[in-house]
């Protein structure tokens, strides 16, 4: 089987022009869809790793505008690869949703994540999404009820991003059957399945692989940035671990 990979990266992180030298490193990796997260100063579902990705971007000058820039640069990279921008309802509602929602289809976007608009309590974004032709992705837990679920449905959502656990991003998770059992339950929805949540190695891919559309991977990549050093260019470490989480011969 072909193990597929939605990878993460925070715009202007660790600086703009680093930024889309990520995006060139994911890329080429073989990641199936990019998904680029707008920095926010305070995020409800990132952990450790992407706070300080976030807060840095915010230091070196990240703005939407430029932001809408940068996103139509990665677009021109790989135009065959779905693109999704990542954010908070702050940013989208600050700017209007519908302003907001086009701007990111016209910078090349397929699609955007906001974990904190969720249906019904959304500000209007499926409803907009729909008219602008934009994917609008649903965020589930684990814990999720099954009149949520119900509700999840009726957004006819052609995607579904799936957090294999409770809290937030960055510690590693361990593939189970908890988290297993959870993505058989969603599966009748038959929306294609995106899941994430400390997702960091080759193995766990593999193991989620039967049940997913992609795996979602993004602290990991910062977590090496950091490590390596973020005054350094960051292609050739961050293909590195592409390289290790899906050799050639393994990607969708």
């Known amino acids: 089987m072909k193990n597929r990979l939605m990878t993460h990266l925070v715009a202007y992180y660790p600086n703009r022009d680093a930024s889309l030298r990520v995006a060139k490193a994911l890329i080429d990796g073989g990641s199936s869809f990019l998904e680029v997260q707008f920095p926010f100063s305070d995020p409800t579902a990132d952990g450790v790793y992407i706070q300080h990705a976030c807060k840095q971007a915010l230091d070196q000058g990240f703005k939407l505008t430029p932001g809408f820039e940068l996103l139509a640069l990665i677009k021109e990279l790989a135009p065959h690869i779905p693109l999704f921008v990542m954010s908070y309802a702050n940013i989208a509602y600050r700017l209007g949703i519908k302003n907001f929602l086009e701007k990111c289809k016209e910078a090349g976007a397929q699609g955007v994540i906001i974990p904190d608009l969720p249906p019904d309590y959304d500000e209007g974004l499926f409803a907009v999404g729909k008219r602008c032709n934009l994917q609008v992705i649903p965020v589930i837990a684990p814990t999720i009820s099954n009149s949520r679920l119900k509700i999840i449905a009726e957004t006819g959502a052609e995607y579904l991003y799936a957090s294999l656990r409770k809290g937030i991003t960055g510690a590693v998770t361990e593939i189970g059957k908890e988290n297993l059992d959870f993505l058989d ?32 991977i993004g602290s990991a990549f910062i977590k090496e940035i950091m490590n390596t050093g973020e005054e350094k260019d960051p292609y050739k470490v961050i293909l590195a671990k592409m390289k290790r989480l899906i050799p050639e011969d393994e990607r969708g």
């Open 185 to 216: 339950r969603i599966k009748p929805l038959g929306m294609k399945i995106l899941a994430g949540f400390g997702i960091a190695e080759r193995k766990q891919v593999e193991v989620l692989s039967p049940y997913v559309h992609a795996a979602v």
